[in-house]
Every structure is written in C-alpha cells, then in structure tokens.
C-alpha cells in the first residue's frame, strides 16, 4: 500500500536494535484511521484475499505495484 501511494507515514521514529546507536533504524508510524480506510478507498481489491495470505506468500498487491511503477 506505501508502495502503491495509498498510505503514508506521519511519522518514524527511531528504535535501537542491539545495545548500539549504531544499530538504530527509523520505522514508520501509519494511524489506524488511514488503515481502516483503505477498503473504502479501493474497493477494487479483494480484501479478504489479501487477509488471507499466508506468511512468507507475496502479496497480491505486489504485482498491483509493479503494474505502477511500470506506467
């Protein structure tokens, strides 16, 4: 969906991994507003298909992206 520009982040914050600053990272923060959202904004994607893809399984909205980034 970040990917596909249908949600953005409002904020990152930054999260230390290991016991170095080093090691920090920034992970991006969406609101529950702007997920909850995303049925109504695209109701042409199959919603309960993409709940139900397994771990490790690419996400149909995957190739929907590449589709995108292609035009």
Do not use: F, N
């Not at 904020?11 to 080093?22: F, K, N, R, T, W």
């Not at 529950?32 to 298909?49: C, I, R």
């Amino acid at each position: 969906m970040v990917r596909l520009g249908w949600v953005r982040s409002p904020q990152l914050i930054e999260v230390c991994c290991g016991s170095s600053q080093a090691r920090a990272v920034d992970v991006p923060l969406y609101t529950t507003a702007s997920v909850d959202a995303m049925p109504a904004a695209h109701p042409e994607v199959d919603w309960e298909q993409l709940r139900a893809v397994e771990k490790g399984r690419r996400s149909p909205l995957a190739a929907l992206a590449k589709q995108a980034a292609a035009a």
